[in-house]
């Protein structure tokens, strides 16, 4: 059994920075793709980034391209995002996903995935 939790989360301005992370417990992190999703009120859940098992690999939604970096620590069985930039429309609840390979992650279906942390961007 997989279990992920995330951190970090929270009220910040609008162009202000956050950084969320991602937790794995249960089994050996480091072969695992993992990434990011958020869903906002009233709206689908979206993928945002993900990260292959050695990082060698990222790939981002085109709404936070140049502004979130996605890594990870295989050390320390973490993941993280770095949002810099924020805008009011980044607020949601951050979800951590991991799956077999970074194609599946970034279908957002299956795998395990993490309770949720929410981030609130103020205007």
């Known amino acids: 059994q997989v279990q992920l939790v995330e951190s970090g989360g929270g009220l910040v301005q609008a162009g202000g920075s956050l950084r969320v992370s991602c937790a794995a417990s249960g089994r050996t992190f480091g072969n695992q793709a993992m990434g990011w999703f958020r869903q906002a009120p009233g709206k689908e859940r979206e993928f945002v980034a993900c990260?292959?098992?050695?990082?060698?690999?990222?790939y981002y939604a085109d709404s936070v391209k140049g502004r979130f970096t996605i890594s990870r620590d295989n050390a320390k069985k973490t993941m993280y995002l770095q949002m810099n930039g924020l805008q009011p429309e980044d607020t949601a609840v951050y979800y951590c996903t991991e799956n077999i390979n970074i194609a599946t992650v970034r279908g957002g279906r299956g795998g395990y995935w993490g309770q949720g942390t929410q981030v609130t961007v103020s205007s």
């Open positions: 990260i292959s098992w050695n990082g060698a690999s990222t």
